[in-house]
């Protein structure tokens, strides 16, 4: 009796041991709300690793998780002590990105670890439709308070035959008054994975695509079967966009190495940046919670355009001291360079923002030599008296780079800065342009967020140039608006090379970089050349409706627009009626059709109208039927369409009873639809 019972018992244990171990396997996938993505946690031989998948298919192979401590390695030697796994749900509202309103819902787990029998490190994943994210909580250790993240192992192996889209890191104190990295290379698209950028990575975000063998089972979500498809031996499976959100002055901003093959890692910025001063590494203090790495998938592009994830995981850092606003602006700079930042022009383009019912100008660099700050305080009244308020240019420096614009000195240290913005909240100016950043490093992460806290305390909203991509920071600082970190129209006025390729970027942003953050580009121009008489320097090779196209594709809240006075008169008169009017905030976004660097195609609502706008960068012309479904059938829309030789015109055309359009795009044209 007493060996049967000692059997039994010991099954018994077994069985309850099965039990806990198979629970304990299950608790380690998260399902998105649909089910259909999913993250898998693995803990083999103490090392944390996960999947991701959709639909049964791969998208993430087993990538490693943890990082090394300077006072414990987190990667290895871990056990698993507790897992939570719930929905979590979050509703909220905000005016300055692609989506005012946003319903997010995702699957939350909190994965415990000990290393030493000490409650170590805290692994976090939400998995929502589209989007996976995951980041770290690193514990204290006897009496240390503060620890340097001496690396991530945070790794993304994504499928061999994966193709990329990406843009290369640059080498840090290179290109203009040594002020690189500021996220201004050219993207490779199209291309195997396997490189390293130009040796230091890639900025992000990243884009990638899966081989076709994966997305079999995936059932599309547009009507509109994708028609630029990629070359010979490339990807035509599901999209992958990695990237990270939530970074502040607590942290570093990290770019993505590739680490072989079609794996990629987390990397900290270059020694080189900021004239080499500050640690690559970030100090952290305890318990403390890294940025989120974000994963959006998706089966077309429609995921990857409409994903909310940089905002879904943050919370705003303070409250707005007021009400800010938004809409368009006009400025000189663009067309007329630095000689322009002098009182009169500034008059005149003061009246061009009121002839074109803007709210705003932006005064460019050197106007603290050529304009002086009391008759600015004049243009301000001026200014006023038009309904046209001031954004003033900024240099950052300090002392991380040459670049020689003034104002100088006036942002990098808190007191000159908040006597700066003490005189702006008298003058009247309603927000600033900060350009020439010294990289991703902690301390320059940090004056990215003071500058923002100073100036909301002053009531200032703050463009950044010359810069980093912003990371969630629409909803982290409520008075922050946009960002370049891309090739920006100053290109435009730059080089002819960036006239001829000004459709193919133009194709890249909205999918890649505009999708992660508001965009500061300064587009827009209604001139045929750059310069003030509109007869000599670069010749733009895209169409007037192209101008228009982007004007809505481009997202950012404040737009200071690339167009100059004599484009009242030698600009068509539709062409200046529809600038009047575009939105520049949105309440919605939805992806047509497009692939990067060929042709895009959105549509953007704003209130009730919606704007659907498209361009295209192939020297084939574009002929394809949208399904609109926003317009009712046998609906009258209005249709801004270029000819085959880029001459636009607006007409009223009806859709078919399918809600159907059909429509044509020449290389370097675009197309606006508007409801009637
Ligand atoms: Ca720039």
């Known amino acids: 009796m007493k060996q049967k019972f000692l059997l039994s018992t010991t099954l018994l244990s077994a069985f309850m041991m ?16 649909d089910s259909q993505l999913s993250v898998t946690l693995n803990l083999s031989g103490g090392k944390p690793t996960y999947s991701v998948s959709r639909a049964g298919a791969v998208c993430l192979e087993n990538s490693p998780l943890g990082l090394k401590m300077d006072f414990e390695d987190l990667t290895q030697g871990l056990t698993l002590k507790e897992s939570n796994i719930q929905p979590v749900k979050d509703e909220y509202s905000l005016k300055t990105i692609k989506q005012s309103r946003v319903t997010y819902e995702a699957t939350e787990g909190v994965f415990q670890f000990e290393k030493d029998g000490r409650h170590a490190l805290d692994i976090i994943f939400r998995v929502s439709n589209r989007d996976v994210a995951f980041r770290y909580v690193v514990y204290p250790k006897k009496g240390r308070l503060v620890g340097v993240v001496q690396s991530e192992a945070s790794g993304f192996n994504l499928p061999d035959g994966t193709t990329t889209f990406l843009c290369p890191q640059s080498k840090p104190m290179g290109g203009f008054a040594r002020t ?6 050219s993207y490779t698209l199209d291309e195997p994975a396997g490189k390293n950028g130009w040796g230091e990575g890639y900025t992000f975000p990243c884009l990638f695509r899966l081989p076709s063998k994966l997305s079999t089972s995936l059932p599309p979500t547009t009507s509109l079967p994708p028609t630029g498809g990629a070359g010979e031996g490339l990807g ?4 992958v966009l990695i990237s990270e959100t939530g970074t502040d002055g607590n942290y570093v901003g990290c770019r993505l190495l590739n680490d072989g093959g079609a794996a990629y890692k987390i990397g900290f910025p270059q020694a080189g940046e900021m004239n080499g001063v500050g640690s690559t590494t970030p100090s952290i203090a305890l318990p403390a919670a890294t940025p989120w790495r974000t994963i959006t998938v998706g089966p077309t592009l429609k995921e990857i355009v409409e994903t909310t994830v940089p905002w879904d995981l943050v919370q705003p850092k303070y409250k707005a001291s007021r009400e800010y606003t938004y809409g368009c602006g006009t400025w000189s700079w663009i067309i007329k360079m630095d000689s322009s930042c002098n009182f009169d022009e500034q008059k005149q383009y003061i009246d061009f923002a009121a002839a074109l019912g803007y709210r705003s100008v932006l005064i460019d660099a050197l106007w603290d030599v050529q304009i002086g700050y009391e008759r600015m305080e004049e243009l301000a009244r001026y200014g006023r008296s038009k309904g046209v308020g001031i954004f003033l240019w900024y240099n950052s420096n300090g002392a991380w780079n040459d670049a020689p614009q003034s104002p100088l000195g006036k942002m990098d240290r808190s007191a000159a800065r908040r006597r700066e913005m003490a005189w702006m909240q008298r003058t009247g100016i309603l927000g600033i342009k900060v350009d020439f950043f010294g990289g991703d490093k902690q301390p320059m992460m940090q004056l990215y967020e003071d500058i923002l806290t100073d100036a909301n305390e002053f009531g200032i909203q703050v463009i950044f140039h010359g810069c980093t991509l912003p990371r969630g920071w629409e909803r982290m600082y409520p008075n922050y608006v946009a960002s370049e970190a891309v ?9 002819q090379g960036a006239c001829d390729a000004e459709a ?6 909205p999918f890649i970089r505009n999708t992660v953050g508001s965009m ?18 670069t010749y733009r090779r895209t169409s007037d409706v192209y101008a228009l196209a982007t004007a809505v594709l481009f997202q950012s809240s404040v737009q200071h627009f690339a167009m100059a006075p004599n484009n009242l008169t ?6 200046i009626d529809f600038m009047k009017q575009v939105p520049t905030t949105w309440d919605e976004v939805r992806f047509l059709d497009g692939y990067p660097g060929k ?16 361009i295209n960068a192939e020297a084939k012309p574009l002929k394809t039927t949208l399904t609109l479904p926003m317009f009712p059938a046998k609906s009258e829309v209005t249709l801004y369409a270029d000819d085959a030789t880029l001459t636009g015109s607006v007409k009223a055309v009806k859709l078919n009873k399918k809600q159907q359009l059909s429509i044509t795009i020449p290389q370097n044209g675009g197309l606006v639809i508007l409801g009637k």
């Open 18 to 33: 099965f039990i806990s171990i198979s629970s304990v396997a299950q608790e380690n996938k998260l399902n998105s709300p």
């Open 599 to 614: 042709y895009v195609i959105f549509a953007r609502r704003n209130g009730d109208k919606w704007y659907i706008a498209g």
């Open 570 to 575: 030698d600009a068509p008169a539709w062409a």
């Open 487 to 495: 090739l920006a129209s100053e290109n435009l006025h730059f080089g």
């Open 504 to 509: 193919r970027n133009g194709c890249i942003h």
């Open 236 to 239: 035509e499976g599901p999209w």
């Open 520 to 537: 500061d580009f300064g587009g827009s121009t209604l001139n045929k050349r750059y310069s003030a008489d509109n007869q000599h320097g």
């Open 180 to 185: 690189s990295p500021s996220y201004e290379t």
